[in-house]
């Protein structure tokens, strides 16, 4: 859904108001009438209006550039990662685009000493007659009425600049941008869950039974993973994301004493709680994504710390108040100059889909938005996500844009690639969550974005043993969960493919072309009858075990799945690769997909299975591309140049 272009369109459209001066062009018009916001009287000129002019930030053109110097291990400069300043710095807005600014303001009559700058430089504001603003960008403000609240705001259909200004101008509000309005969102990637059963739990050392249930053995043994050393970096902590799903003590210490009993009673995660959040809660409210995030990820990297990034005051969290945004308030936690940062069209958190602070509803976190407030860990776990038709294009690509910087920072990202193969949640828009009439498939948010890393879940089919190969996941409706579960994987309807994977992808449609056919470029979906953008970035990046796991939830033995299970996995195995380096004298890793997709050898190649959803099979797993997860710890180690 596309509210607005983001860039500058040159229009014909004639101006009833001032008379452009013949050097001013349209910065930014609204493509089309909103049905939420009713246009009503024009404004009279002397109401006051504070105006933001988001200046364009330097620099971000060449982000992906400079990621790959520090990501790709045959730079000179990998691992070489970047100090939070140093990135503040490089993207700021340059000292020209400050200067062209504020001279075409003191020029067009408002006095400097009125001109302020935020501390991030990112906006430069003042307060204004709407008659000053509108002379200013040859415009004319009208009231809007919300039609479902009543709410009232101001803004115009387009507005425009001097040309010699407009490349450093993101976006000015009040502008042409119409605050949002939140919707339920669906539940994503919240683990699938059954009784097993066999109603007592397997010999914790055995791996006779992991084709029934995945155990901390069956893990280690699939991937090779060696025993932990007793000796742990302080400065390596894995982080493990959750929101409106909280884990219980007592579920914890039960998975310990039944499967991992050298990891003690009482072990727990370093809280880092953002913006109201609290853990743990009494076990009969305890959520199954947390318990299984950290019953999967202690037995790997303990005695290592995990430190909670738990996010949300209540209200939002439990979606008691809607928020459709995802993640901005625990990206601004991490980034505080993400807090007012402008790119592609916004600034700040987005008015209408993310949670506010102080939350004025009843009960909510009375406290400031948290920015700036912890320091990333160097790889955090994220089994959380929407689809990519749930929000707009330029709230995704500005938190695409911080993924990059946090990248840049030596912080490895991995998310959950979701649990409906092609498809979004059944009930996203349509019955079974696919776009156009149900038959299109459903790209997944913030899995497209190019900059971080995604875990697609594989099984083992019964009758196999850990030393056969998996299979990607795939379980039919009601064999066993009561709805259907498949890895998630597909092509970016947003991103174009990058570089680091271009390879990959052409082999895999060359050898191994999907029987379907397709649509080249976002602005052709659907056409042709085509079901999914053949020129978009492809996910997964990787995967891992996400079936059957043995975990105990609400104070009962059960079996979960998803990417959900994959993914901090993963996150464990990479921390662990991570601990290594820093015994050896070196860092972090970063981002990790040049260097997993230069080395694909040194994962262990999955061929069996596919990822159904919108009444297809969905995507064949091939060799070299879809679904690849390791085998040999040992080798990865290797691979990150241990
Ligand atoms: C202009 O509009 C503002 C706000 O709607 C109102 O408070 C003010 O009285 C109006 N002024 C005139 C001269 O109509
Ligand atoms: C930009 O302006 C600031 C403050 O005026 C100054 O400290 C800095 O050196 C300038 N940077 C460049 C590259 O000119
Ligand atoms: C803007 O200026 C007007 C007139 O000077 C003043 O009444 C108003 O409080 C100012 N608004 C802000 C937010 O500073
Ligand atoms: C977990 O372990 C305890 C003993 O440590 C045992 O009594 C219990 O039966 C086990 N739970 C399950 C579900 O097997
Ligand atoms: C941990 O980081 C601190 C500073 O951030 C550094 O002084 C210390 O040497 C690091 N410790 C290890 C074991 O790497
Ligand atoms: C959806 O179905 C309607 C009616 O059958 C048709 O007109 C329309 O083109 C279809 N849209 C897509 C995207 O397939
Ligand atoms: C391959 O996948 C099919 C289901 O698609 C499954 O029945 C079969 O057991 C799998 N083979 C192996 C070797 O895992």
């Excluded at 101006?15 to 009287?41: C, F, I, M, N, Y």
């Excluded at 470029?521 to 999914?532: F, H, M």
Aim: net charge negative; glycine share 10%.
């Amino acid at each position: 859904m596309k509210f607005l272009s983001p860039f500058v369109v040159l229009s014909l459209a004639t101006l009833s108001g001032a008379l452009p001066a013949s050097d001013h062009v349209v910065h930014e018009k609204r493509s089309g009438a909103s049905t939420l916001w009713q246009k009503a009287a024009r404004v009279n000129g002397t109401e006051n209006v504070i105006v933001r002019i988001g200046l364009t930030q330097n620099n971000l053109d060449r982000g992906y550039e400079y990621l790959m110097d520090v990501s790709d291990s045959v730079s000179p400069n990998y691992g070489k990662f970047w100090t939070p300043e140093k990135v503040a710095e490089t993207f700021a807005p340059s000292n020209e685009t400050v200067t062209a600014v504020k001279q075409w303001l003191i020029q067009g009559g408002v006095d400097a000493n009125r001109l302020s700058q935020t501390k991030n430089k990112a906006w430069i504001v003042f307060n204004a007659t709407t008659a000053e603003a509108e002379t200013l960008l040859h415009t004319q403000y009208y009231h809007y009425k919300n039609a479902v609240t009543g709410s009232t705001t101001i803004a115009t259909d387009q507005y425009r600049l001097p040309q010699s200004v407009t490349q450093h101008v993101d976006y000015i509000k009040p502008g042409v941008v119409l605050p949002l309005t939140s919707r339920k969102r669906q539940a994503g990637r919240k683990p699938l869950r059954y009784q097993p059963s066999k109603k007592t739990t397997p010999n914790p050392s055995s791996l006779a039974t992991c084709d029934e249930a995945i155990t901390p053995a069956c893990v280690a043994a699939l991937y090779k993973i060696p025993v932990a050393s007793k000796d742990v970096s302080p400065n390596n902590s894995l982080g493990i994301f959750e929101e409106g799903d909280y884990y219980s003590q007592e579920d914890l210490d039960l998975f310990f004493k039944n499967f991992t009993r050298w990891i003690p009673s009482g072990t727990h995660p370093k809280p880092a709680f953002i913006d109201g959040a609290e853990a743990p809660v009494p076990v009969d409210e305890a959520g199954a994504e947390s318990d299984l995030d950290f019953q999967l990820a202690y037995p790997i990297v303990y005695p290592q710390a995990i430190t909670l990034f738990q996010n949300d005051d209540y209200n939002y969290a439990s979606e008691e108040i809607y928020t459709s945004g995802f993640f901005n308030t625990f990206l601004d936690a991490l980034d505080g100059s993400y807090c007012t940062y402008c790119a592609d069209g916004e600034c700040g958190d987005a008015s209408g889909l993310d949670p506010v602070y102080p939350d004025t509803n009843q009960g909510g976190y009375t406290g400031q938005l948290m920015c700036g407030t912890y320091k990333p860990t160097n790889v955090i776990s994220i089994s959380y996500g929407l689809q990519e038709d749930d929000l707009p294009e330029y709230y995704q690509k500005r938190q695409c844009n911080e993924f990059l910087k946090l990248g840049l920072q030596g912080t490895s990202i991995l998310i959950a690639s979701g649990d409906d193969g092609v498809a979004g949640p059944p009930g996203d828009y349509t019955d079974d969550g696919c776009l156009g009439n149900g038959t299109i498939f459903s790209p997944a948010f913030p899995n497209s974005c190019p900059w971080v890393t995604n875990v697609g879940a594989t099984k083992l089919y019964p009758g196999y043993t850990v030393a056969d190969g998996e299979s990607a996941a795939y379980d039919p409706i009601g064999d066993p969960y009561s709805i259907a579960y498949a890895s998630g994987g597909g092509f970016s309807n947003i991103y174009p493919i990058p570089s680091y994977q271009a390879a990959a992808v052409a082999e895999y449609f060359n050898k191994h072309n999907p029987p379907y056919p397709y649509y080249k470029g976002a602005a052709n979906i659907g056409k042709n009858g085509g079901l999914y953008n053949r020129l978009g970035r492809g996910y997964p990046d990787v995967a891992a075990n996400g079936d059957n796991i043995a975990m105990f939830n609400a104070g009962e033995y059960i079996l979960e799945g998803g990417t959900s299970a994959s993914t901090p996995i993963f996150s464990s195995v990479i921390n662990r690769i991570i601990e290594k380096r820093i015994a050896a004298g070196k860092g972090p890793v970063g981002f990790l997909n040049p260097v997993l997709y230069r080395n694909a050898d040194a994962l262990n190649d999955i061929t069996n299975g596919t990822n159904p959803g919108c009444g297809t099979d969905g995507f064949s797993t091939a060799p070299g591309y879809v679904s690849i997860v390791f085998r040999s710890i040992s080798k990865v180690m290797l691979m990150l140049d241990v």
